[in-house]
Nanobody, 123 residues
């Protein structure tokens, strides 16, 4: 059973923007927090942004001020608006439900991992 499904990645020039979407199954989306993770080549997958059911957000320092996470509870969908993209943002992006007190950079998620969506930022 697919629990999360990401979309919206692509190739963009540095300074550009992309908006990622993730649709989750009801049992996953009802968990308090939903988050976006990313995994660059040769690196571990880590949490970079999270949003609670009430809309409270938290970000990794590397994306703070450039990325915005949001959710539509009626559509079981979480979004990641990425602005001012840099080549170092190149990675596969995943969504999942992190632990309520999970720190940024940690891999854990309650759902089975989806395929992710590739984001490539050219210089």
């Amino acid at each position: 059973q697919v629990q999360v499904e990401e979309s919206g990645g692509g190739l963009v020039q540095a300074g550009g923007s992309l908006r990622l979407s993730c649709r989750a199954s009801e049992n996953i989306f009802s968990i308090n927090r939903m988050g976006w993770y990313r995994q660059a080549p040769g690196e571990l997958r880590g949490l970079i942004a999270a949003v609670t059911l009430d809309g409270d957000t938290v970000y990794a320092d590397s994306v703070k001020g450039r990325f915005t996470i949001s959710r539509d509870n009626a559509k079981n969908t979480v979004y990641l608006q990425m602005n001012s993209l840099k080549p170092e943002d190149t990675a596969v992006y995943y969504c999942n439900a992190p632990h309520p007190v999970q720190a940024m950079g940690v891999t854990f998620g309650f759902a089975s991992w989806g395929q992710g969506t590739q984001v490539t930022v050219s210089s």
